[in-house]
């Protein structure tokens, strides 16, 4: 008999084929430590949601900040949001779509989705009503003006100089590197990215009298994107899900495939991926990058990029589907997260083990063991967890974990046999399984639904018969 580890996800991989990899991490991503650690790789409980604020009824379309002030969109309204987490309701907003862009210039904030655009001015929220503005799909700002994609086309428009409401006829140029439509734009690094969904043109201000904008030669991009709402700046780079449903980096103008053959195999079974939405937040050293599909199967789902390790794991709200954030935004001191369901804005908190109150389920299945076609024993499993940090009292007094395993890829499961996680200040408590029956192949999977914190630093197993 010989212990071993036990080969636990780093990563979300969930192959097409399962007895070659079924691992997943669900609200749960590695972290590498040092040598010296006890485990090179430590399994993490992704932050849970604590109430911040309620910003009407929703759902939040959008979050921003201006002068270190926070700014929602909840429903069809703008409101103001201060550091007690008090929400004021600014004006009504005409901008449509699940999504919304918001930039401002100091002075004045613009909003635009689904073809239309409203101006914050500091006294009132008003639609721009200038008859030269043909409507936004989307809008940033750079250097004093608004930057605007026209709805249905290949062109893009300028506002005036410090005066979001103000557009002229002349202020206009089209992206022509290839003849698709334009379907959103990003600033990075003071260039404007014109995302089409088949390539990309890249301009810079150049402070020109006539306009402002040029093409920057050499930059142009042979890359759309299939949805709009994946487009974001994450770690020092562009993020954007490829018109092809890969997911890229794109560095150096150089669009690098961070996907992985299971994700993309997802991603390609989803019926719609047009209105597929990312957001980007940084916190305990790590940057995530985070892409919703709220049309996929079983109510949608969310997959996140870790810019700090390089892996992928999964989301939730709930039992399944996607995970409810849209919008993020770093100011006084967190980092807030908006409700796709209702007007609520949450603090992602690194010490909260529920999502607003709701259960927050983290599940990790781990990669194929394999008995080379003889037959092994598990006679001891071990699971070696941060103990003794149960409630008092309550659900998660004495915390919980579930333990199943597969023989079959992880298609059929075990029942569920469980073992404490120690109650408050049983720091020593060990989660040990015994007699788990015989197998050539398993998969094992732990899941733990108790509001109490995750930390899984290694996975031990005695087993006879396993082939070295």
């Known amino acids: 008999m010989a212990r071993t580890r036990i080969p636990f996800a780093t990563n979300s991989y ?14 749960i991503f590695p972290e590498v430590q040092p040598d010296d650690a006890k485990g090179k790789l430590v399994l993490f409980g992704s932050p849970g949601l604590t109430r911040f604020a309620t910003a009407g009824i929703g759902p939040v379309r959008g979050l921003h900040i201006a002068k270190e002030v926070l700014y929602a969109v909840s429903g069809s309204s703008l409101y103001r949001i201060d550091a007690a987490g008090i929400a004021t309701q600014l004006g009504p907003v005409t901008a449509g779509g699940a999504q919304v862009a918001i930039a401002d210039i100091g002075t004045q904030i613009i909003i635009a989705g689904g073809g239309s655009a409203d101006v914050w001015d500091g006294t009132a929220v008003l639609p721009i009503a200038d008859e030269d503005f043909p409507g936004a799909v989307a809008v940033a700002t750079l250097d004093g003006f608004a930057i605007f994609v026209e709805p249905n086309s290949g062109r893009f428009g300028v506002s005036a100089i410090n005066d979001l409401t103000a557009y002229d006829a002349l202020d206009y140029a089209t992206a022509e590197s290839a003849p698709d439509d334009l379907l959103t734009l990003i600033v990075d690094h003071r260039e404007v990215w014109l995302v089409g969904s088949r390539s990309i043109e890249i301009w810079t201000d150049t402070g020109a009298a006539d306009f402002p904008l040029e093409r920057l030669q050499g930059a142009n991009i042979e890359r759309g994107t299939a949805a709009a709402g994946s487009v974001a700046k994450c770690d020092g780079s562009v993020f954007l899900l490829g018109d092809d449903r890969l997911v890229y980096r794109v560095e150096g103008y150089i669009p690098k495939r961070i996907s992985h053959h299971a994700i993309e195999a997802a991603i390609s079974s989803y019926p719609v991926v047009s209105d597929a939405e990312s957001l980007v937040y940084a916190q305990g050293g790590h940057t995530f990058y985070a892409l919703t599909f709220p049309s996929a199967p079983d109510g949608g789902a969310t997959w996140v990029f870790d810019a700090a390790t390089g892996f992928w794991h999964e989301r939730q709200s709930g039992l399944a589907g996607r995970w409810l954030g849209r919008g993020a935004a770093q100011v006084y001191g967190k980092v807030l997260i908006g409700d796709s369901q209702s007007g609520a804005i949450f603090a992602l908190d690194p010490d909260a083990s529920s999502d607003d109150g ?19 024993i598990a006679h001891r499993i071990e699971l070696d ?33 469980w073992a404490s996680m120690g109650a408050v200040g049983e720091y020593r408590r060990r989660a040990v399984w015994t007699r788990c029956g015989s197998f050539r192949e398993r998969v094992w999977r732990v899941t733990v639904s108790d509001p109490v914190p995750f930390v899984l630093l290694a996975a031990n197993i005695d087993v006879e ?4």
């Open 14 to 27: 969930r192959s097409r084929s399962l007895p070659v990899s079924g691992q997943r991490l669900v609200n």
């Open 465 to 468: 018969g396993l082939a070295s």
């Open 385 to 417: 967890f941060d103990m003794g940090h149960g409630l008092t009292p309550g659900q998660g007094s004495d915390p919980q974990a579930m333990l199943q395993w597969s023989d079959d890829g992880g298609r059929s499961w075990s029942p569920e046999r």
């Open 358 to 376: 709701a259960a927050l389920i983290r599940s990790a299945t781990s990669a194929p063991m394999h008995a080379q076609g003889r037959r092994a």
